[in-house]
T-cell receptor, first 113, second 116 residues
Framework: AQSVSQHNHHVILSEAASLELGCNYS??????LFWYVQYPGQHLQLLLK??????LVKGIKGFEAEFIKSKFSFNLRKPSVQWSDTAEYFC???????????FGDGTTLTVKP | GAGVSQTPSNKVTEKGKYVELRCDPI?????LYWYRQSLGQGPEFLIY????????DSGLPNDRFFAVRPEGSVSTLKIQRTERGDSAVYLC??????????????FGQGTRLTVV
């Protein structure tokens, strides 16, 4: 069965630190990949997505992610986090053949001012 | 409307009761999705509508769960004979086109269902 794994359940960083959140998916076929963010008290919002083309995708608020097909990974990065990045981050994969979407269990990011 | 609206925001019900959760998608969005999010987990797909029809209902856990979208806009998720294990946040999302997650989906804030 298709699955999405997020390696870190809770990450705590100081402001200006660099961020990398891991995401691995299990399906070997064609997938669309997403990162969503949920700020405290708010709904899920799309950060960035990868469908095809350049494997390095840039999203909102300075976030980027790199699709590495050989590693089945789609890690999220930001060079310098801010306190306002405190939120829960979800990686998701959509299997285009089966028409199924799967979310990871999320990573809670806490940024200390 | 400006975004996806879900009502109620919170619902507490007794075990065995019937509940309805409502989703009002972004105006003009043809695709609508329901997800369930349990504590400490990511959203779990339940059902996807394209227009009025359920294009994929394979995520519904059992026949106590049912959803409708009679006019291709508002959708209602219905849960019969609720069980304590149904307690979760039920999320609705809509998108402007295409099949499931081929394009950006916009999420509502969810309905937190608690079965006591």
């Amino acid at each position: 069965a298709q699955s999405v794994s997020q390696h870190n359940h809770h990450v705590i960083l100081s402001e200006a630190a660099s961020l990398e959140l891991g995401c691995n998916y299990s399906y070997g076929g064609t997938v669309n990949l997403f990162w969503y963010v949920q700020y405290p008290g708010q709904h899920l919002q799309l950060l960035l997505k990868y469908f095809s083309g350049d494997p390095l995708v840039k999203g909102i608020k300075g976030f980027e992610a790199e699709f590495i097909k050989s590693k089945f990974s789609f890690n999220l990065r930001k060079p310098s986090v801010q306190w306002s990045d405190t939120a829960e981050y979800f990686c998701a994969a959509y299997n285009t053949n089966a028409g199924k979407s799967t979310f990871g269990d999320g990573t809670t990011l806490t940024v200390k001012p | 409307g400006a975004g996806v609206s879900q009502t109620p925001s919170n619902k507490v019900t007794e075990k065995g009761k019937y509940v309805e959760l409502r989703c009002d998608p972004i105006s003009g969005h043809t695709a609508l999705y329901w997800y369930r999010q349990s504590l400490g987990q990511g959203p779990e797909f339940l059902i996807y509508f394209q227009g009025t029809g359920a294009a994929d209902d394979s995520g519904l856990p059992n026949d106590r769960f049912f959803a409708v979208r009679p006019e291709g806009s508002v959708s209602t998720l219905k849960i019969q004979r609720t069980e304590r294990g149904d307690s979760a946040v039920y999320l609705c999302a809509s998108s402007s086109q295409g099949s499931h997650m081929n394009t950006e989906a916009f999420f509502g804030q969810g309905t937190r269902l608690t079965v006591v």
